[in-house]
């Protein structure tokens, strides 16, 4: 029987109760002529919408007590309700089954739109992020954005290597950007790496977290666009090209700062080298509401050197926002326990080397910021030294589907990857003497999904701007005395579950006599809390 057909047909009392009073009353009050049963019938064709109306308890039981007793006996026998005096109430019972509903659409004749969804949605549900952080990270990136917005207007932001330093800074630039229409924000970092993440990061949170069309100016290496074509927006800057910017024109960087409100510097222990300084301050104090944020999962120059980082330190007045979270003495920790980062198993190799130190390797040693070039290549050609990073190599590849290398020089980083590839294994070498192309074909590779086991042998690139989260072994074979280097070394390899990562992370440390390095950097994210944490310059 057509749900139609019963409304037009069906007594004005029972209507009215369908209809509902506050429109019945409206009718009368129009003309008292409307509410007879023909056109109360009409109207409640109109009102009433069939599929919603039989899901609705209280309706579904009103159009059932229309129904004449001929057809809601033929309904009690679709639904199984005994025919009796109670036919009524049991058709009321059986109908609110939800595998009764088909039987009602059918016997009513109601067609449900199949282009129209199911309502099948819960009453409360979650509405996920596109570019969603943490709580940790949004809690960093709120005391961020609270200090830029206070004189000096500068701070730096520490967190520790895979904690989502990236992500959680274009949360502050899209923030920036959206506050501050039309505006430039001006992004800095030494190596190609550094910037190609920055770039490809802007665009892929832009479409989440951005309000409006804006240019995105890509400026290092081949790249020569004229960076004052940009009013809104933001430019990837390499700091050795705007350097020689600066160098050639300087007028051109100061009409620059006129618009660039937001200055980024990744890798900010870097900031207070003379040429790179001087960058900053040019963007950063043309005007006063222009604001400055460093980036660092080391907010230090050396492990020792109180002087150089006391210098980092006064250069942004002591103001630094460090990740921190409830119960835990160092975010460190927790964010292993959380599987932000892989649980690192560190282990030392005692290679024994066979390089005897001269009067004036002493002198450079003592005098010099990290190991010398001259040291390190002539370490390379220890036979005995690389025989068992090989070793250590193809023991870590028996466990592990991605292992990185930390080579003392690019003519070993080269022998140790055509040795390996002899061997029967998949190696690949990446140097700064590499091409662009290559090194792209190697990095692909390296982050593809192939199960098979994998070696990238590196010298100076990879150490910074390489994210490949399936890499869960590191080999440091390059001595250093910088803790920074051997931090960013250490977390090629400890990306997390959470982040795409693994549970756990080997690090294999190549000790040689007579010359420093680390075996552990358990305690690194605190070295330098002594120059920073200073109650009246806190932020």
Not at 256 to 267: K, N, P, Q, Y
Not at 312 to 319: I, P
Not at 327 to 349: E, H, N, S
Request: glycine share 6%; proline share 4%.
């Amino acid at each position: 029987m057509a749900l139609q057909t019963l409304l037009r047909n069906a007594k004005a009392s029972a209507l009215r109760e369908v209809i509902g009073p506050s429109i019945v009353d409206t009718l009368r009050g129009l003309d008292p002529e409307l509410d007879s049963g023909t056109r109360l019938g009409e109207l409640a064709v109109n009102l009433v919408e069939p599929s919603e109306a039989l899901r609705d308890p209280e309706m579904r039981s009103r159009i059932i007590r229309m129904l004449p007793l001929s057809k809601a006996r033929e309904l009690g026998g679709h639904l199984g309700a005994k025919d009796g005096r109670t036919l009524y109430d049991d058709l009321c019972v059986a109908a609110a089954d939800s595998a009764a509903l088909a039987v009602l659409y059918s016997f009513f004749g109601v067609v449900r739109d199949v282009r129209a969804p199911a309502d099948s949605a819960p009453d409360a549900t979650k509405a996920s992020a596109g570019y969603a952080l943490f709580d940790h990270q949004r809690a960093a990136a709120e005391r961020v954005v609270h200090a830029l917005g206070d004189a000096p207007r500068k701070v730096i932001l520490h967190m520790p290597t895979g904690a989502g330093k990236t992500r959680t800074a274009m949360h502050i630039v899209a923030e920036h950007l959206r506050r501050s229409e039309p505006t430039v924000v001006c992004w800095l970092a030494q190596n190609a790496e550094l910037l190609d993440q920055a770039a490809g990061e802007f665009e892929n949170a832009w479409k989440f977290l951005g309000n409006r069309e804006t240019a995105l100016v890509r400026f290092w290496g081949h790249r020569r666009p004229d960076v004052l074509d940009i009013q809104d927006g933001v430019i990837v800057s390499g700091l050795a090209k705007m350097s020689a910017l600066d160098n050639r024109d300087a007028a051109t960087l100061l009409r620059l700062a006129d618009r660039v409100s937001l200055t980024i510097i990744d890798e900010a222990h870097q900031a207070i080298a003379p040429t790179y300084a001087a960058i900053l301050t040019a963007l950063y104090s043309k005007r006063p509401h222009n604001a400055l944020l460093g980036l660092t999962a080391t907010p230090g120059r050396s492990w020792s050197d109180i002087g150089e980082d006391r210098k980092l330190s006064d250069y942004f007045d002591g103001r630094k926002v460090t990740l921190e979270v409830e119960g835990y003495d160092d975010p460190v920790t927790f964010l292993i326990d959380q599987k932000y980062l892989a649980r690192p198993t560190f282990r030392t190799l005692n290679s024994d080397a066979g390089l005897t130190l001269s009067e004036n390797d002493v002198n450079a040693l003592s005098s010099a910021i990290d190991v010398p070039e001259q040291i390190l290549e002539r370490l390379g050609t220890d036979t005995q030294r690389n025989l068992k990073i090989l070793s250590a190599v193809e023991d870590l590849m028996t466990r592990h589907r991605r292992v990185i290398v930390f080579a003392p020089s690019v003519e070993n980083a080269r022998v140790l990857t055509a040795i390996l590839s002899i061997r029967g294994h998949e190696a690949f070498v990446v140097t700064g003497q590499s091409n662009t192309a290559e090194r792209e074909r190697v990095i692909r590779r390296f982050k593809s999904k192939d199960n098979r086991a994998m070696v990238v042998v590196n010298y100076g690139v990879l150490t910074t701007g390489f994210d490949a989260p399936a890499t869960s072994a590191a080999v440091i074979a390059r001595p250093t005395r910088s803790l920074v280097l051997y931090s960013q070394m250490v977390g090629r390899a400890t990306r997390g579950t959470r982040a795409g990562g693994n549970d756990e992370a080997e690090i294999v440390t190549v000790v040689d006599p007579h010359l420093p390095g680390f075996g552990s950097v358990a305690d690194a994210f605190k070295n330098w809390e002594d120059v920073w944490d200073e109650p009246d310059r806190s932020c």
